[in-house]
């Protein structure tokens, strides 16, 4: 979180972009995997539904019947929009850099439509009923990008060759969203005192929990909270889970453990690491203590804490967390 960083009634609330991306990994089967691998190999392939309907993109069942799909049927890559969006705007990770067309483009040969990028010279040079033609990349993989985009008329434009390669039989979906998140003022003035080396909570007037990170009310009550609690850094390890499995993007070293921790005069969890101990050694009822980053490296969130490490206490007794596994 970026903002100011003083712990002061009516500061305000922080705010801070925020990216949520993984690549998932799936397996395509015998359909979805020979479309793809035409499209590697600059073709363009549906399948025959017992009607005889031809599906593009391929679906491995009817739709309309549930029943399994017959014959693939190569199709033509010149085709008619059916309708069309204009993106004058184009974001991140889209097909074009410059302002295009989303289209559904029914293709010669099929009864259903793809949904592509039409590559236009504005708005006004698109229109429903429109003939439009494939624009391969130079470089194809198997996937649908291996289609650039498509560009108005009938003109075909041939496809690169590539060299021969086994089927596509998986691929990767990179998942990415970009948005801003505003902390509100109650988790800001909690974001700002960790940049201080303070963990600020809020007491509920009814059933006096102690909730940290805070929220604006109870979520029990119902009910706003009232007095401000600096609770301690220390606490007891309440359940925990050790990551063995590698991951797209992994930065710790495996395996580590990742925690709940009851902060000593907390009465919620935080998650967060554990560390300063094997990972085979951690256990409910630990006792840690935070520790931080110096301070002129502490920004406003809860990454100012390394990790939580064992204090050397005796662990707690169980029934001091057992609510709180």
């Known amino acids: 979180m970026e903002g100011k960083q003083d712990v002061a009634e009516g500061s305000e609330a922080l705010t801070s972009p925020y990216v949520l991306e993984y690549t998932y990994r799936r397996s395509l089967g015998p359909v979805v995997g020979r479309f793809l691998t035409g499209l590697r ?3 363009i392939e549906g399948v025959r ?11 491995e069942y009817d739709p ?3 029943a399994a799909v017959g014959d693939f049927v190569s199709v033509g890559v010149s085709g008619v929009v059916q309708t069309w969006s204009w993106v004058s705007e184009p974001r991140k990770g889209q097909p074009l850099d410059r302002p295009f067309a989303w289209a559904l483009i029914k293709l010669d040969g099929a009864d259903t439509a793809l949904l592509h990028a039409v590559d236009a010279p504005s708005a006004d040079a698109m229109r429903s009923g429109m003939r439009v033609t494939v624009r391969w990349r130079a470089e194809r993989v198997g996937s649908i990008h291996d289609i650039a985009c498509f560009v108005p008329g009938d003109e075909v434009q041939a496809a690169e060759p590539v060299a021969p390669a086994e089927p596509v039989r998986r691929m990767k979906s990179p998942v990415h969203m970009d948005f801003t998140i505003g902390a509100g003022r109650t988790l800001s003035r909690f974001l700002e005192g960790v940049v201080q080396g303070k963990l600020l909570g809020r007491r509920c007037p009814t059933c006096a929990k102690v909730y940290v990170p805070p929220k604006g009310a109870c979520p ?5 909270f009232a007095d401000e609690v600096v609770v301690s850094d220390t606490g007891t390890v309440t359940s925990f889970c050790i990551v ?5 993007g992994q930065t710790m070293k495996l ?3 990742y925690g709940s921790v009851l902060l000593d005069g907390a009465d919620i969890p935080i998650l967060h690491l554990i560390s300063g101990i094997p990972a085979d050694e951690v256990r409910m009822g630990l006792r840690v203590k935070a520790e931080w980053l110096p301070e002129g490296e502490r920004q406003p969130t809860l990454a100012s804490i390394r990790w939580f490490a064992p204090t050397g206490e005796a662990d707690a007794p169980y029934e001091s967390y057992a609510e709180h596994q």
Do not use: D, H, K
């Open 244 to 248: 063995n499995v590698p991951f797209e």
């Open 220 to 224: 029990t009550c119902g009910v706003p």
């Open 49 to 59: 539904t017992a009607s005889g309907r031809v599906l593009v993109p391929p679906t």
């Open 255 to 257: 395996p580590y453990t």
């Open 64 to 66: 309309e019947s549930g």
């Open 41 to 43: 190999e600059g073709r």
